[in-house]
């Protein structure tokens, strides 16, 4: 019936392994703590992640002033480094760039859209108990599954800033979005 009858939708479990693998790696015990903090332990399990300042990466409060300052530094230097130069064309780096923020965006989608699916339908949940979660006195989305979607959301706007960058390379005008 299907033309790809070896071929499956990944679910959930699928994309978790996968997640888990991957933070197996970035936990690595052989790396020192400066350089991969255990932190990122608290992310391998998206059902059971927690938001705790300070410990979850990109949690503490200098994680973004630390990136707005950085940001506005980098705007000036780079755009003063780039006077009577000629643009950088990164045709291929701007591609894979937006690629990997397009499948992102649409891996936060569906994971969120499921959780959210999942709370409201199997669970009972309304609109205020996933943002305030009445329901168990915890906020949903500073911890488990919407927790995590959540954070990745929060997270990819530090990437995000990469987008800027490349403008600047490319000597193509900033907009109010950068």
């Not at 530094?73 to 780079?78: H, Q």
């Not at 499948?103 to 609109?127: E, P, Q």
């Not at 906020?139 to 954070?151: I, K, Q, Y």
């Amino acid at each position: 019936h299907t033309r790809y009858p070896g071929l499956r939708a990944a679910t959930m479990d699928d994309i978790q392994g996968i997640a888990g693998r991957f933070w197996d790696v970035m936990k690595d015990d052989t790396l020192p703590d400066s350089v991969m903090p255990r932190a990122f332990s608290t992310i391998v399990n998206w059902q059971t992640f927690e938001w705790k300042t300070g410990y979850t990466p990109f949690s503490h409060p200098s994680w973004p002033v630390g990136a707005v300052i950085a940001y506005v530094i980098s705007l000036y230097v780079m755009t003063e480094w780039m006077k009577g130069r000629e643009r950088f064309k990164l045709v291929l780096v701007t591609r894979y760039h937006n690629l990997l923020l397009c499948l992102w965006s649409l891996v936060m989608c569906l994971g969120a859209s499921y959780v959210i699916f999942d709370a409201v339908v199997n669970k009972g949940y309304t609109f205020i108990d996933l943002v305030c979660d009445t329901k168990y006195g915890k906020a949903a989305l500073m911890s488990g599954p919407l927790g995590f979607w959540a954070w990745s959301y929060y997270v990819s706007k530090f990437y995000e800033l990469f987008d800027t960058i490349l403008q600047i390379l490319k000597k193509k005008p900033l907009t109010v979005l950068h």
